[in-house]
């Protein structure tokens, strides 16, 4: 019998456990690659770890379409298939956080394994396994776990008088995953895993680096993408929009053609401040956007080419940096360049549901708050509120730092849900924190400004980083994230940019349209030969 603490048990939660002295002597590894579905199904029996069910282990052969509903019913939030690139155990687990909260966590070890440990993250407000990701990484030789993040579905009323749910969504489904998988791992393979690596984008990039602040050892590489921090104020400020621009028939309202027009204005302003015309606004932080250009003369009503004074007042509020009652930054200004999606996600759709959600069933426990009414007052009381620390807000990093970690953070420049300029604002708070100046902060901590990128994938620019299996040109470290920063974990190679790849398209059959080298904050892209701008050695990184 293998019990992974002592710790006293819940009566309904005491695991019942078979001994297989077999298997708990750790077999070798050729035991693995010989009969590997044997070692599936005897790893599925002698998992005896607290609070875990098994639902299943499966050896699962490279080239299996895995289709997720049929499986078990699992909600996946859009994504019911992944191809398994390598042969693999599967695990399917229920591990319970509390008598009231658990999580639906999935192992997948790679037969072929490297010795890396990998986790997976979450988006939105889910509540889903990110199938795809694990697909990806396990596909590369990585044991990965992922979790459904303590509830099912992508909405947040699970949240609703049910703070253990929340508190899985905070922190605790990742770091949970993260001790369970690990410990599996030394039980299939009769070893530990060598180093252990963070992906996640989004929600995900807010686990990453709350797991970063609160749990520094769980990692020794953590890739992060467009993070969700300042989480409260996060979702105040997207519901700040919905006020601003109202409805249609309201005078504030733009209609979703005026945005086009919004949007090229903006690339009239803005795009060649980086030295070339060419769609892509390299750093939005130095557009200071004048709506007032698209101002209508006295009495128009309703015109497809120019904005009423209502109009451009509302459109200068949107990217205006939001302050709170007490005067401090609640979120900076949504970025200039985002529009033509930003416009279907906050200023035309009525009320942000994440954001409905949360002032609901977190922040006032109720079901009929009324999005329109919010004001920076509600902000005031998410922000006093934020439970279980999930603003991952915290600038001292040292522990992380110190443990030997490494932690490359990035954020698309034309993001369209969670602005990009909110990324800086947390890497000069760690500069200030941990008083370290971006060269000492090089050596644990880099951020890259991925421009033309929007919510971790797609958009006008080089985009294909390696963040998500959907954006890989190649396994090459300086084209690929991922793989970067295991080299920089495990040979020291730390990232002086990253490239990335635009194809025709956005179609890798169509062939490549250009590359860009993406800079390291806080330098900026700037263009020193426009004729030349689709090659990578048209373009210099200055500060
Ligand atoms: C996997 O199966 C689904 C459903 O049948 C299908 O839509 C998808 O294209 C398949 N994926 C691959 C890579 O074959
Ligand atoms: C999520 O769905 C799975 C599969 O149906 C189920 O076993 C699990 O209990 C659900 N989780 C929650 C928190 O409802
Ligand atoms: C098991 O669940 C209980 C609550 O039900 C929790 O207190 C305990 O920490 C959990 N154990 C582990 C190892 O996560
Ligand atoms: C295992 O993976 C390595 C690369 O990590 C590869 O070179 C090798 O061919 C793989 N072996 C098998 C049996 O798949
Ligand atoms: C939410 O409000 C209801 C009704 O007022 C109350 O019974 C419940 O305890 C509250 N839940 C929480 C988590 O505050
Ligand atoms: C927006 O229009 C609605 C009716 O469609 C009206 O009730 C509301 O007062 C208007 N709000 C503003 C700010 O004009
Ligand atoms: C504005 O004009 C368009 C056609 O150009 C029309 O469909 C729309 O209803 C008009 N809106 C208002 C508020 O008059
Ligand atoms: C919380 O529980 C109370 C008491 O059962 C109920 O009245 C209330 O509607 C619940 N809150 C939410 C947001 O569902
Ligand atoms: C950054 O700080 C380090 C350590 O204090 C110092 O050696 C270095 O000169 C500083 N770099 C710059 C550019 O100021």
New binding site residues.
Partial sequence: MRLLTTSVLLPALLPICFASEEFNSYEKRDYIFSDPKSACSKLGASICIQNVTVNFANFVPAGTNLSFTQDYGLNTCGYPNALVTSDMCRVAMHVSTSSRSGITLEAWLPVNWTGRFLSTGNGGESGCIQYTDMAYTAGLGFVTVGANNGHNGTTGIAFANNSDVLEDFAIRSLHTGVVVGKEITKQFYGAPHKKSYYLGCSTGGRQGFKSVQSYPLDFDGVLAGAPALNYPNLNSWSAHFYPIFGNPGNATYVPIPLWAVIHQEILNQCDGIDGVVDGIIEDPELCRLRPEALQCPPGTTNSSTCLTSAQVGAVRLAFTDLYGVDGKLIYPRMQPGSEAIASLVYYTNGPFSYSTDWFNYVVYNTTTWNPKSFTIADAKVAEDQNPFDIATWNGDISAFQKNGGKLLHYHGQRDDIITSENSPVYYNLVSRTMG??S??LDAFYRFFRISGMGHCQGGEGATFIGNLLSSVSTLDPQNNVLLRIVDWVENGNAPETVTGTKYVNDDKAQGVAFVRNHCKYPKRNVCMDPAKYTSPDAWKCIL
């Fill in positions: 370290l100046n060269s000492s």
